[in-house]
């Protein structure tokens, strides 16, 4: 079983409207979870990272929020545009060598 | 430009076959990593290689062995190709791998990725 679970799978929202995708993880100990947004046919380019100490840091119009006590992130994106489509990876690292990468969630932003 | 790139784009190749997958960084980071991304979309990591060690994740075959000529490359290579090997596979690289004393995690950055379809 995967230890980092993300949601929705795939999400459509239209153009300037907000959303919010969760990632859920299991991973043990923690040492830090970072988003990335993978375009289509391009590698992942990171977004946040967030240690145990942090509990939510912005990027422009994304927020990523994360309560280590209940092993839960939220990535939330503000006034969305056609190049939010991508697909965001949840990704939670349980220590020096250990990344754990969720399946991703698929967005597509709509005119 | 200041990026990682991944050489060949595309592979396409027969069964049985040996190949390579070059990577370069010319960020000056001392740390690189593969990835596979398979048709889910999972993305793996298969080996973090800097120039004091190198990470293999037990999970993956002694068909695949990293080389690296110098710190600004780590290439993949890959034995005896197998269908399931069929993948996309990217390259990163960080400054090092620990969190530092303020608790920032250092940041990868990742290349285009290399499509392999092995028929």
């Known amino acids: 079983k995967n230890q980092v679970e993300q949601s929705p799978q795939s999400l459509i929202i239209l153009e300037g409207k907000n959303c919010t995708l969760q990632?859920?993880?299991?991973?043990?100990?923690?040492?830090?979870l970072r988003w990335y947004k993978q375009d289509t046919g391009r590698g992942p380019v990171s977004l946040t990272i967030?240690?145990?100490?942090?509990n939510t840091k912005s990027n422009g119009r994304y927020t990523a929020t994360l309560d280590a006590d209940t092993k839960q992130s939220s990535l939330h994106i503000t006034a969305s545009q056609l190049s939010d489509s991508a697909s965001y990876i949840c990704?939670?690292?349980?220590?020096?060598?250990?990344?754990?990468f969720g399946a991703g969630t698929r967005l597509t932003v709509k005119p | 430009d200041t990026a990682v790139s991944q050489t060949p784009k595309y592979l396409v190749t027969q069964m049985g076959n040996d190949k390579s997958i070059k990577c370069e960084q010319n960020?000056?980071?001392?740390?690189m990593y593969w990835y596979k991304q398979d048709s889910k979309k999972f993305l793996k990591i298969m080996f973090s290689?800097?120039?004091?060690?190198?990470?293999i994740n037990e999970t993956v075959p002694n068909r695949f062995s990293p080389k690296s000529p110098d710190k600004a490359h780590l290439n993949l290579h890959i034995n005896s190709l197998e269908l399931g090997d069929s993948a996309v596979y990217f390259c990163?690289?960080?400054?090092?791998?620990?969190?530092?004393?303020?608790?920032?995690?250092?940041?990868?950055?990742f290349g285009p990725g290399t499509r392999l379809l092995v028929l």
């Open positions: 990163a690289s960080s400054q090092g791998m620990r969190i530092s004393t303020s608790g920032v995690s250092e940041t990868q950055y």
């Open positions: 990632c859920n993880y299991t991973v043990s100990p923690f040492s830090n």
């Open positions: 967030m240690t145990f100490s942090e």
């Open positions: 990704v939670v690292s349980g220590g020096e060598h250990d990344m754990r």
């Open positions: 960020l000056g980071h001392d740390t």
């Open positions: 290689y800097n120039n004091k060690e190198l990470i």
